[in-house]
């Protein structure tokens, strides 16, 4: 007989019985799965950020089936609108969360914080965070590495070259809170968008003293207690010289803004006051450069 | 055959500029920073306040946890102030700043004349009490503080005493010069420690780079009891303790234990000369020898310096600052730890100051990892750094730990050979770093 003919043979033979064992290993062995695993998978973004605390997207779906409930669990990426789908899938009711953001809390750039000495080990902020308290001499401040950039998979972070601070891309941000874990000097916060997407934080993380913060930046909070005073909401506390801002009470009046010392308070997509910004009327929030 | 550890290890230029060099006494600034932080384990807390008079040798600072040591007054002054200032590890930290005021006024009970005195009277309490009150660290770089070191675990046995004088760091010669210019405080010291381990035979471990001190050494040695100094070949990381236990006693320390774990005790030459200090003179721990380099020092000389000085001070003494200085190191250019500026004072810990210029300090472009197998070579405990730098690029923490990331001691002969110039040490270093958190956190 010709080769060909009893290769042909042989092979089709094998792939008959491989064929009937698979079928019946599958019979046997056959997991029951919930469909609903599935059908949630389908729901979320899939982009298995790990930003609920979970592996990937699959994880989080078997964590809703297996809980039956959605208590501490919530999708930052698919936001109230994946969740509340998810909720009727499964009869439950979801907890409606405002949406957020994430903010740098520092304006160290180089003209702010200048750069006392050079670095030249690994590009990596977890490893200089051991080393040194930062080019500029601010041992809370950002080390410009990027860690926090290569953390996100949504592209919404990326370095400024002429700052050297990472800037959020907001309409990318979906808070899921990776960079917020990668900074190994927590600067970066999840915060509420609120209206409008304005917002009012304290864009410094120096716990030194005054005198030894302003030593190494400009823009650095001194714990003066001026925006504490000034608040009529409560809203501001201050703890190892360095100002708070809870989002929760803040009602965006603006107030404090004006008093800090330091312009280290940072209102984002305001418009400008009109009798106070009107030489600098093209600016539509406090440009860190310009400070 | 010179005596050696036989794994791994690499032979950078020795570059002993300042080994013809003898100690000279650094004059004191008018202004010394002491840290509270200058022992392994907690900060020592200070005793004296603002405006308080110190006398020279008195105890400013205690060290109240297990892990912690004294600290004491370098020199006679006023109590300026407490506060955090920028010191070698790159952040601030707390310390005493002294107004020197004139000559020394001693505490009393030091003596400070040269005399030796040969006889031990003290009783092994009491030799380990006075270590202690002394404020005595390692002065090899780790600074342990060594009565902790001296104080063996119940159920173990310490059967030898090595002494390390093998100083494998290029350009260091602190210990070199110890060692020709105080042999006899160095030989007295090991037997005090000694007495106090209640052990019978120790090595003086000399690399063959220092034969005159080891000439030196072996004749002054025949005096004292069980003390043999043992000539190594000259070979890096030999002064690490795993590798120094090996060399001169051929046993292998386990992994992740203590050399006490096979009856050694490993204490530096400087530290065995402060322990002779404390307890023949009860001379606390205010001064070492530091050596100051680098290819561009006008005059590189080894000091021998009050703890708390200015960086910069001694820097003036040796030459000044040579203008196109890149980088200042604390400790040898393997191991030692680049500082931020020269306001940082001396403390216990450094052995060495390196000024190096640019071309000697920049770093350059890594290429790709070749997989040539180079760095698995020279590694002196029998680890992959190649591999190591994959996982910790990748996150794999638990393969890191599985390859025993954590045995690695920082000696830095893998990116010392690399031939791509990849950053190895710095990727294990952060991996050991994130492995131990991760141990840490699954202990409690």
């Known amino acids: ?291 | 055959m010179l005596k050696t550890f036989p794994k791994g290890g690499v032979h950078p230029d020795d570059c002993k500029l300042t080994a013809k060099s003898p100690i000279f006494v650094a004059t004191l600034p008018d202004k010394v920073y002491i840290m509270l932080n200058q022992s392994a384990g907690a900060p020592a807390v200070p005793i004296v306040k603002k405006g308080d008079k110190v006398k020279t040798g008195q105890l400013i600072a205690k060290g109240e946890a297990f892990i912690s040591s004294n600290v004491h007054s370098p020199v006679t002054g006023t109590i300026d102030k407490i506060d955090p200032i920028l010191d070698a590890t790159g952040y601030k930290h707390q310390a005493i700043i002294i107004n020197v005021e004139g000559e020394d006024t001693w505490e009393e009970g030091i003596d400070i004349t040269n005399n030796l005195i040969k006889e031990i009277k003290a009783t092994p309490q009491e030799i380990i009490e006075k270590i202690k009150n002394a404020g005595i660290v390692g002065l090899g770089g780790a600074a342990f503080p060594t009565h902790v070191k001296l104080t063996i675990p119940q159920g173990k046995v310490a059967e030898y005493l090595l002494i390390n004088g093998a100083e494998c760091e290029p350009y260091l010669t602190c210990d070199h010069r110890l060692m020709l210019e105080k042999p006899e405080e160095i030989l007295v010291g090991t037997s005090i420690i000694m007495k106090a381990l209640g052990v019978h035979r120790a090595f003086i471990g000399i690399e063959n780079n220092k034969l005159d001190a080891i000439e030196l050494l072996t004749k002054l040695a025949k005096d004292y009891n069980g003390i043999e100094v043992v000539t190594l070949k000259k070979k890096y990381p030999q002064g690490a303790e795993k590798q120094l236990i090996k060399a001169i006693t051929g046993r292998e320390v386990p992994s992740g234990k203590l050399p006490i774990e096979v009856g050694c005790v490993v204490q530096n030459v400087g530290t065995a000369k402060a322990i002779y200090d404390a307890v023949q003179k009860n001379m606390p721990l205010i001064e070492r020898v530091v050596t100051v380099t680098g290819p561009n020092v006008s005059k590189p000389s080894n000091f021998l310096s009050r703890i708390g000085i200015p960086l910069k001070h001694l820097i003036e003494l040796a030459g000044g600052l040579p203008e196109d200085t890149a980088k200042l190191i604390s400790g040898g250019p393997m191991m030692g730890k680049t500082l931020s500026n020269t306001d940082i004072p001396l403390t216990k810990a450094m052995g060495g100051i390196l000024l190096f210029p640019y071309n000697f300090s920049k770093r350059l472009d890594p290429y790709p990892c070749i997989r040539c197998g180079r760095c698995v070579h020279a590694c002196p405990m029998g680890l992959e750094p190649f591999y190591l730098e994959k996982l910790v690029i990748k996150e794999r923490w638990e393969d890191a730990e599985k390859h025993w990331i954590i045995d690695c001691m920082e000696c830095g002969s893998c990116q010392y050979i690399c031939p791509a110039k990849r950053p190895l040490l710095d990727y294990i270093r952060l991996g050991k770093n994130k492995v131990s958190a991760i141990i840490r956190s699954r202990k409690n």
């Open chain 1, 1 to 291: 007989m010709e080769p060909v003919i009893i290769a042909f043979v042989v092979l089709s033979l094998m792939a008959a019985i491989f064929a009937v064992i698979i079928y019946f290993v599958d019979k046997q062995f056959h997991v029951e799965e919930d469909p609903r695993i599935d059908l949630i998978a389908e729901k979320l973004p899939g982009a298995n950020c790990g930003g609920c605390g979970y592996a990937g997207c699959r994880n989080f779906a078997e964590a809703i089936v297996k809980n039956n409930s959605l208590d501490g669990l919530f999708c930052a990426p698919g936001g109230n609108k994946v969740m509340s789908e998810i909720a009727e899938l499964m009869n439950l009711t979801a907890e409606e969360k405002k949406p957020q953001v994430a903010v740098i809390r520092c304006q160290g750039s180089f003209e702010n914080c200048p750069p006392k000495h050079d670095y030249n080990g690994i590009k990596n902020c977890g490893f200089a965070n051991f080393l040194f308290a930062g080019k500029g001499g601010c041992a809370y401040g950002c080390l410009g590495l990027g860690d926090c950039v290569e953390a996100c998979k949504f592209d919404a972070l990326y370095m400024d070259p002429i700052t050297g601070l990472p800037v959020v891309i907001e309409d990318n941000c979906t808070a899921c809170g990776n960079c917020v874990k990668a900074c190994p000097r927590n600067i970066i916060e999840l915060r509420n968008k609120g209206p409008k997407n304005r917002r009012i934080y304290v864009a410094c993380m120096n716990k030194e003293k005054g005198v030894y913060a302003k030593a190494n930046c400009l823009v650095a909070c001194i714990g003066c207690n001026a925006c504490a005073k000034e608040c009529k909401f409560d809203a501001i506390k201050i703890e190892n010289f360095l100002a708070y801002i809870d989002y929760k009470k803040c009602t965006l009046c603006r107030k404090c803004v004006a008093v800090c010392p330091t312009n280290c308070i940072l209102e984002v997509n305001f418009l400008p006051k009109k009798q106070e910004n009107a030489n600098i009327a093209n600016d539509s929030s406090k440009n860190i450069v310009n400070n």
